[in-house]
């Protein structure tokens, strides 16, 4: 596993109502190495794609409660 630190220096792409926080976590490398891959096949910041996997997998288990 590797450890990622993710960290934006500078004026923020992202208006104030969505204020970001510093998240480091630990995930498998052969995944790590995908989701890199991907967010240079498709021009998006890993981290665009990080945001977008976590509301993924938010909505999915809200429809499952329902």
Do not use: H
Not at 2 to 24: H, R, W
Not at 25 to 37: G, P, R, S, V
Request: charged share 40%; hydrophobic share 40%.
């Amino acid at each position: 596993m590797q450890v990622f630190f993710i960290e934006i220096k500078g004026k923020s792409a992202y208006p104030k109502s969505m204020a970001k926080k510093n998240l480091s976590t630990k995930i498998d490398n052969d995944l790590q190495k995908e989701i890199k891959k991907l967010a240079i096949d498709l021009e998006r910041p890993f981290n665009a794609l990080l945001e977008e996997a976590i509301q993924d997998i938010l909505k999915k288990y809200k429809k499952s409660k329902k």
